[in-house]
């Protein structure tokens, strides 16, 4: 019998520092409740969840208020947590070896920023050979042009290959 965990969840930047910015989240209590939906669906299915934060000086620094993640977020003592101060949280970090490890081909992208390490993230794995579904309204910034950036980012993305769903839909197999 096959014991390996097939897919995980990786929760990008869900971090304090994000949500205090000049220009809010967009879609923010949206934001948190289709990543605490999936997180949930994700744990229920023994799926494995990551929490990726980034580190760097500018309001992100390790063990600060704002890299702390979002207050909302209630991860459990079986997720795992992984640092990174690259946008692509495959760049200088372990994670395709514990990924590998765990026997994961899936990975399910949602968190912080759709631009920036959301996009990053999703090529990063694709680069490592993993299926990869972006949740389409799992993902956001404090950009003004957020919900056009949102869309945007869903489209090429789809291009390079990255199933783009609607939180609803997804699933943990």
């Known amino acids: 019998m096959d014991t390996k965990i097939k897919t995980a969840l990786l929760v990008i930047d869900v971090q304090k520092g994000l949500f205090e910015k000049g220009t809010p989240i967009y879609n923010a209590d949206q934001l948190l409740d289709n990543i605490n939906a999936l997180v949930d669906k994700a744990h229920a299915a023994g799926a494995a969840v990551f929490y990726i934060q980034h580190c760097d000086e500018r309001g ?9 993640l979002h207050s909302r977020l209630q991860p459990n003592q079986k997720d795992f947590y992984l640092l990174k101060e690259k946008s692509n949280s495959f760049e200088g ?36 050979g993993y299926h990869v579904t972006l949740v389409g309204d799992g993902h956001s910034s404090f950009s003004a042009k957020a919900s056009k950036l949102i869309e945007e980012w869903n489209e090429k993305l789809t291009a390079e290959g990255v199933l783009v769903k609607p939180a609803a839909e997804i699933s943990f197999k």
């Open 60 to 68: 992100l620094s390790r063990d600060s208020h704002g890299w702390e």
């Open 93 to 128: 970090t372990n994670l395709d070896q514990q990924l590998k490890v765990l026997g994961v081909e899936n990975v399910i992208v949602t968190g912080l920023v759709t631009h920036g390490c959301v996009k990053n993230g999703c090529l990063g794995a694709k680069e490592h």
